[in-house]
Structures are given as C-alpha cells and as structure tokens.
C-alpha cells in the first residue's frame, strides 16, 4: 500500500544542523550579563567575556521533541485516538501520544501525493521520499508535518481534492506553522497551544490573528509563551505575515537569512532570547515595509550594519544588550520617521556619536548609556530645527566630553528625562535649562561640571529628581530649587515637587536635600541607577501589546512619577 511517492524536485538539504535535536542537551547556564557589569565596564572591562548560550532542546527533561510522549490520560490531546484500530489519525498528536504516527489507508496516500505535487522546487522544502521510512516519529519533523497536512485535507473541507487543485500558499504556509510548532516545543513547552495542529482553521489557533475574510496568518503573537529552540527557515513561506512577536521566549541559534526576504513584514520582535550571530545586510529589503525591530537582549555580535539606515519605514528599533560592535553607522540619519531608539548596553560600540544624528527629526527616546561613546555632543542634535520632539535622553555610562550646549533648552523643549550622568563633560551647568519646563529627571552626577547651580533651575516646577553629586561644582543649593523641594509632599512621587534632590559631594551646602553625601560617601559612587525606568515602561508597553494588535509607537510617559524611583 505503501509505494513510495517521490517528489520530483531538486533536493537541497537545508539544515544539516540538528535533524530536529536529536542531540540530549540538559539546560545550561546562560553565562549573561551581572548585576554589576555597568561598573565594570567603567573600570576598564567589557562584556566580550560573555557566553553563547545553549539552546534548550523540545522535552520536559531536555530530550528530543520528536521522541517525547505526552501523558496519554491527562493530555486531552490524545483523548479520541485509537492506537491499535484508528485509521487516518492526526500523526502528530498519534505520534506524540503513541509514538507512531498510526494506519494510515489509500486516502491518506492519495492525499498526500496532492500535497507533493504542490510544493514548490525551493531551498525551503528539500526533496522528501515520503514512503513507510518517512511515517517515523523521529524523523525530520517536515515529514510530520507534511502527513498532518495530508489528514488535515482529509480531515476539513479546506483543501478539495477533486474539485480544484490545492493552493501552494496555503500548503507552504501550513507546512511552516507546522515546523515551528515542532521546532520550539510546541507539544510540551508551550504554556498555551489552544488549536495547533488540529483540524480547525488557523485563524483560530492561539497566538494567529488573520485578516478580515482570508485564510492567511497576518501575525504570529506568542510572546512569553515558553518557545524553545530555533525559528525554522521556513519562516519566509508566510506570504502575508505582517507581525512575528516572539519575545521573551528561548529561541536560539541565527536569525534565518530567509526571514529578511519577507517583504510585507512591518513588525519583527525577538527581543529577550538566545539568538547568537549578527544582523544580516539583507535587512535593507525590508526597507519599505518594517515599522518596529526589537531584537533586545539577546547574544548578536558584529557590526551593526549600514544597510539598517536603509529601513526608512522604521519607527522603533531596540538593539540594546547585545554583543554588537564598532562605531555607530553614520546611515543612521536616513531614519528620518524613527521615534525611538536604543543601541544601550553595547559595551563594545565606540566611537562619536554620527553628526548626521541630528536628521532624525520624529526621534522621542534615546538610549546610548552603557556603552564605550565619546566625543562632544554633535552640534546638529541641538539645532532648534532639527531634533525639537526629543523627550527621553539616557547617554549615561559612557566617555563624552565637552560642555552641555546653552541651546538644549531652545532644541528641545520636551524634554522630561535627561541622564548624562558617568560621563567627562566639563563647564557650567547653563542657565537656559530653566526654561526646560517639562522636565521631570535630571542627573549631572559624576562628570568634571565647575561653577554653581543656577538659580533658574528653580523655575522647573515638574521637576522630581534632581542629582549633581560627585562633581567640582560649589556653593549653596539656591533658595528657588529648595522652594520646589518644600512644594510638594517629601518621598511621595504621586505628589507634585522636587522629590529626590542629591547635593554634589563635599563642596556643597543644601540644607533641603533628602541625600547629602559628605565625608566618607565621597569615596563611593552614588547609587542612582535609573535602569528599572525604561524596564518598568517597556513592561507597560508590552502588557499593551500582548493581545497581539499593532502598537501604537508613541513614546509613554504616564508612568514617569512611578518609574522615577526606579533607583537600587
């Protein structure tokens, strides 16, 4: 019954690596970053130590998915099937409950031989020789996929055999929901897999949204959802996903070099994972298409390359806390609609900041602290006509130098948080900051500032946290600052008025400040680290964006008063 059906197309192995983890891999330690890193960077170290890491494999115990059983009495999943006297079951879930894909009778074979006949000749789908060796449980996990297919199309009226041949867009489609639902654990690690690989529509699998009246996967949301191993090259058989969010997940290995030929892609999230490799320059074909790219928080090295300032439908980018390198592509300023943008926590990306920085008109945030930056503030950021919608800055951490320019108050007037704390500016502090009326947080600590503080810092009436410690500047605190400390209610951040006001170390008499260091306080640094600010926003933004619908890429800053006591 069995005869062998041979798709006669070019046979390209693709992935060598792993037949679907066949290798016993026990969860290793994520050699990440410390809790102290920041300050060893400032001492001279960098994170170049850090490991790449181990990416779990599919079962319970760290065992091959493919060969894993579920719990056939409690895993409603495999209620219904018939190990011994079932004919044309669904083979994944017999294969994960029984370990055999189960009978399967003419039908299924004929059906199977349409499916064949549809697959395109392409690197995506390797020659399959799909006779009795390929009914194994352990085998590649497309030959699962591939015989699901076949019951599915018998199981649903979703691919007519006779009456019109099947649609090779939603054959390849499935082939890769399929994949990756074998290929990270979906049969035991997911926390939810309400639908997959059952009979019903795709459109009603968790974590798929489709579009009005289509059949197709407009977005693929599976954020915080226990993913593990890698994302299948497949990826780019999706011929209208928009939106892949797989953040905060355990996905590992490279980007797929086939992911970066999805042209309708809008937003790509694969932030807080295991991805090792770099950026591939084929970003720039999806230069008229991609909106958000969040690829935080994983083990990406390189450079960054030129090509992203090609992507000029970006508006968010979150490259920070990776292991990216060199100096900041000056193409950058071609992102000219961007909002927001982090590159933080990049120990090893050196070098000034691009002049052509000033052309990103639309940015709100920026996020450069952590890094190994130097040089002065470039004078097109500070132009009145370029960069006026500025609103967050964190350039803390890193080795700029040269005054704070009297023009920032006039350049950017909306500004709410400015961190340039840890680095070497030098001069005054200038007067035109008190016109800064929606400031919120300003930090000075730790740079070589002389003089006194201005007296018109005290016309900030938004102000919460104000830090000049460990600094050569001198004097009193002026009466207007301490008058914003006694408007509002002491160490309550609902309330309006100065809340945190930390004098400079031993130079400076304030009679209102609620942190004074003097003595031996001067010996240590002061602890005002603001890191939990953007963790906590980004946690609202993502809470935000979990039912799975585009985000609205506005910077937020409804919770400024609560994330202001951020500190340790």
């Known amino acids: 019954m069995y005869d062998t059906i041979q798709v006669n197309r070019r046979g390209v192995d693709y992935r060598k690596i792993a037949i679907i983890c066949v290798c016993i891999a026990a969860f290793a330690t994520i050699v990440g970053l410390s809790v102290g890193l920041a300050n060893a960077k400032r001492q001279g170290n960098t994170n170049s130590g850090r490991s790449a890491p181990t990416i779990p494999s599919g079962g319970p115990d760290g065992t091959n998915t493919l060969s894993t059983l579920l719990d056939q009495q409690e895993d409603p999943r495999c209620h219904g099937l018939d190990a011994e006297n079932g004919v044309n079951q669904n083979p994944i879930f017999h294969c994960a409950c029984f370990g055999e894909m189960g009978t399967m009778n003419d ?3 004929r059906s199977a031989a349409d499916i064949a006949t549809v697959l395109p000749d392409s690197d995506i789908f390797p020659e399959l020789k799909l006779d009795e060796t390929s009914m194994k449980c352990d085998k590649d996990p497309r030959f699962q996929v591939f015989w699901w297919l076949a019951w599915y199309q018998l199981a649903t009226d979703a691919f007519p055999v006779e009456d019109k041949p099947l649609a090779e867009d939603i054959v390849v489609e499935y082939m890769f929901l399929g994949e990756l639902f074998l290929e990270t654990g979906g049969l035991d690690r997911w926390i939810i897999s309400d639908n ?3 009979s ?3 459109c009603m699998w968790f974590g798929i949204n489709c579009r009005n009246g289509e059949q197709h996967a407009d977005a693929i949301v599976l954020r915080h959802n226990g993913l593990i191993g890698i994302i299948p090259e497949s990826i780019s058989a999706a011929p ?3 939106e892949i969010v797989l953040h905060d997940n355990e996905v590992g290995d490279e980007i797929p070099e086939t992911l970066w030929r999805m042209d309708t892609l809008e937003i790509l999230d694969l932030g807080n994972n295991l991805l090792t490799g770099s950026i591939s320059d084929q970003i720039s074909r999806l230069k008229d298409s991609l909106i958000k790219l969040d690829i935080k928080s994983n083990y990406l090295t390189g450079e960054l390359p030129s090509e992203l300032g090609e992507c000029t439908s970006l508006h968010e980018l979150k490259l920070e806390d990776n292991d990216f390198e060199g100096t900041i592509p000056s193409t950058f300023g071609q992102l000219t609609g961007l909002q927001k943008l982090s590159l933080a926590t ?3 990306i050196t070098g000034p900041l691009p002049d052509a920085f000033g ?6 945030e920026l996020s450069l ?4 930056l130097s040089g002065t503030i470039p004078a097109a950021m500070v132009n009145t006509l370029t960069m006026s919608n500025l609103e967050h800055i964190r350039i803390d951490n890193n080795y700029f130098n040269g005054t704070i320019p009297a023009t920032i108050a006039a350049a950017w007037p909306h500004m709410t948080f400015l961190d340039v704390r840890k680095n070497e500016f030098t001069g005054s502090l200038p007067t035109e900051m008190g016109r800064m009326s929606l400031l919120e947080l300003a930090s000075f600590s730790e740079n070589l500032f002389t003089g006194t503080i201005p007296t018109e810092f005290g016309q900030l009436k938004e102000l919460k946290h104000l830090h000049i410690s460990f600094t050569d500047v001198t004097g009193y605190m002026p009466a207007e600052i301490c008058t914003l400390r006694q408007d509002g209610i002491p160490d309550n951040p609902a309330e309006p008025g100065l809340q945190i006001l930390v004098a400079d170390c031993g130079y400076m008499s304030c009679a209102c400040c609620n942190v ?4 031996d306080e001067c010996d240590r640094e002061e602890d005002d680290d603001y890191s939990s600010v953007d963790e906590e926003e980004e946690e609202e933004e993502e809470e935000e964006e979990s039912g799975g619908d585009q985000e609205e890429l506005q910077p937020a800053v409804e919770a400024k008063s609560a994330y202001l006591y951020g500190g340790n």
Do not use: A, F, P, V
Request: hydrophobic share 40%; proline share 0%.
């Open 346 to 348: 990049n120990y090893d």
């Open 516 to 519: 004074e260091l003097t003595g």
């Open 107 to 109: 039908d299924m074979i």
């Open 369 to 372: 602290h952590d890094m190994d």
């Open 240 to 242: 209208s996903l928009r």
């Open 200 to 202: 019903k529509s795709i």
């Open 196 to 198: 997959w690989m059952s």
């Open 359 to 364: 052309l990103m008109t639309q940015l709100r």
